[in-house]
């Protein structure tokens, strides 16, 4: 197996997997593990162009200190409540969450140095006891489950429908709804994990969503009303297999506390009549006003942990959310009634809570899926994601150049994945060995670990360096961008040059943990903490001109920040 990293300097390079499994395997044991020497050095480096882009732009954003973790899945699956099943380290944007639109981001404070507001974020790494069992209880469990479709939910996140096209709006959202179930009942005739089913279904499912979504997409405009932003995003739905949680270990929830907890507010958009076509302008701009409010108020949730007593969440935060939506809600009503028959009871959506604990269906009930399970307890565990959260003791982000070709900009909210959550149950193709230790950058592994005495344990993780020219995201989340040739360093034909994301992370594990097998990462519940399954993902949130400045670092071939 190959895939394409870029090497120790600023260049994409080519990893052939040396030290690993390499599979789709799920199984965790002691054989997830290797010691690090055993490795053959196996990243390289192609040659340079004299056109090559050699410098190096780095961002400090941290390591996670204001301590934002978040089962959400902001890129893979937006909309989708929990959808990870697993929990996220999140640095840069503070406010971003599953359903945090572009301007959502763009306002959010960050933790990022140079005010960079992009979003970095990848599974978190525990120590614990437990987790190194085998495999067989995940396997057995596993064999006797099905799987559910799980689809980002689209009413929700809809601009203001004009009157004309409210009928046929309507009629393709319940188009969406029978698609997702007739999807579902096709995996939940099987048992266990069937690859090539779950990847058929899918695709068939997202062909008819994506026309679907271009269909009400053309409808809203062709009545006068505003292009819905981001439709693509909402196209790819995933197979869930959190029903093995009832046969796994399940958390003491006496202490509970959620990860970093969310505002939860009643849904707007698909509450409302047909707007008039003179109001449209007007409720647009106030259901982002709504969109904004509980993004601050997300934020606010961030910044503020550990502050005040008892009630300060609702003085500080629901309160005045509560009194914001009131106002705006009032004017929606008030700018309907003017030409059409004035909404009532929307003064009834204005009341928000904070989820601590407690699941939420993920989409509307389109489907037998029960509501995905929020973390639990001081160290926000998960089924079968258990033990201590590891912090980072450093978080290294720079952007790189190409070598055979000068860089353009990367466009402002521009999505990223790099790797696969799910090689078990999707295939292992997207998925790239990232593991190695310090002092070893000239080897990477499929597998944890097992780094000398003083060495930390590190996952480099390398994104697209190659962008389509046009878009910010793609129906799958992957085919806007590409990697470099992992010989040459070209980006395929019709894919441009942006800077290159590289993040490395780096821990301090105790030896003993490691040869131990102790340290694992959160994943999904069928890849039973498959060292395979590492990904990270990456909005863009930089503003125009500093990506102006991290591209022309990169073509003078200097080292900036």
Not at 135 to 154: E, K, Q
Not at 279 to 303: F, G, M, P, W
Not at 352 to 364: E, H, L
């Amino acid at each position: 197996m190959a895939v394409v990293l870029a090497a120790s300097g600023v260049l994409t390079a080519t990893f052939v997997s040396g030290g690993g499994r390499g599979t789709a395997d799920a199984a965790t044991s002691l054989s997830a593990f290797v010691a690090i020497e055993r490795v053959r050095p196996n990243v390289a480096r192609p040659p340079l162009d004299p056109k090559a882009s050699t410098g190096r732009f780095t961002v400090d954003c941290g390591t996670n200190r204001t301590g934002k973790f978040s089962p959400d899945n902001p890129v893979a699956q937006p909309g989708v409540k929990n959808g990870a099943e697993h929990v996220h380290d999140f640095v840069g944007n503070l406010a971003i969450t599953a359903n945090s639109s572009d301007a959502d981001l763009a306002a959010s404070g960050t933790t990022c140095e140079n005010g960079d507001r992009s979003s970095y974020f990848w599974p978190v790494v525990r120590i614990d006891r437990s987790v190194r069992s085998g495999g067989g209880d995940v396997r057995a469990a596993l064999a006797a489950t099905s799987g559910t479709v799980t689809c980002p939910a689209v009413r929700d996140r809809l601009p203001a429908v004009p009157v004309p096209a409210r009928a046929a709006v309507d009629r393709r959202l319940a188009e969406l709804d029978r698609l997702e179930a007739a999807a579902d009942r096709r995996i939940l005739g099987t048992r266990g994990v069937d690859v090539r089913l779950n990847n058929d279904v899918l695709q068939w499912l997202r062909v008819r969503r994506a026309a679907t979504l271009t269909g009400l997409g053309d409808t809203i405009r062709a009545a006068g009303g505003q292009a819905p932003a981001g439709l693509v995003s909402l196209t790819d739905c995933d197979v869930s297999y959190d029903g093995i949680h009832a046969s796994l270990h399940t958390t003491d929830t006496a202490a509970a506390s959620a990860a970093t907890p969310q505002v939860s507010c009643p849904s707007v958009r698909d509450r409302l009549p047909g707007v008039p076509r003179q109001a449209l302008a007007e409720v647009d701009r106030a259901l982002a006003e709504l969109d904004r409010q509980v993004s601050e108020a997300n934020q606010r949730l961030v910044t503020s942990r550990g502050e005040g007593g008892a009630g300060f969440v609702e003085n500080a935060v629901l309160g005045p959310l509560r009194a914001r939506r009131t106002a705006v809600l009032d004017r929606i009503a008030i700018a309907i009634g003017r030409d059409g028959p004035r909404p009532q009871g929307l003064d009834a959506l204005a009341r928000c809570s904070v989820d601590q604990g407690k699941g939420q269906p993920a989409t509307p009930p389109a489907s037998s899926a029960s509501p995905l399970p929020e973390p639990q307890g001081p160290n926000l565990e998960l089924p079968h994601n258990t033990g201590r959260i590891l912090r980072p003791e450093a978080v290294v982000i720079e952007y790189r150049g190409n070598p055979v070709s000068k860089v353009v900009p990367m466009p402002r909210f521009l999505r990223e994945l790099t790797g696969d959550a799910k090689p078990t149950s999707r295939g292992p193709a997207n998925a790239r060995a990232i593991w190695t230790c310090s002092g070893f950058g000239d080897r990477l592994s499929d597998k944890y670990p097992i780094c000398p005495a003083g060495r930390q344990v590190q996952r480099v993780q390398d994104f697209p360096g190659c962008w389509d020219g046009r878009n910010t995201d793609s129906a799958n989340h992957r085919d806007h961008v590409a990697f470099a040739d992992r010989a040459t360093g070209a980006c395929p034909r019709g894919f441009t040059a942006i800077p290159q994301l590289r993040i490395t992370v780096s821990y301090d594990i105790p030896r003993g943990v490691q040869l131990s097998g102790r340290y694992a990462l959160d994943s999904f519940p069928e890849e039973n903490h498959n060292p395979f399954s590492d990904h990270n993902d990456f909005v863009n949130v930089n503003s125009t001109r500093t990506m102006q400045r991290i591209a022309a670092c990169l073509n003078s071939g200097r080292n900036c920040r």
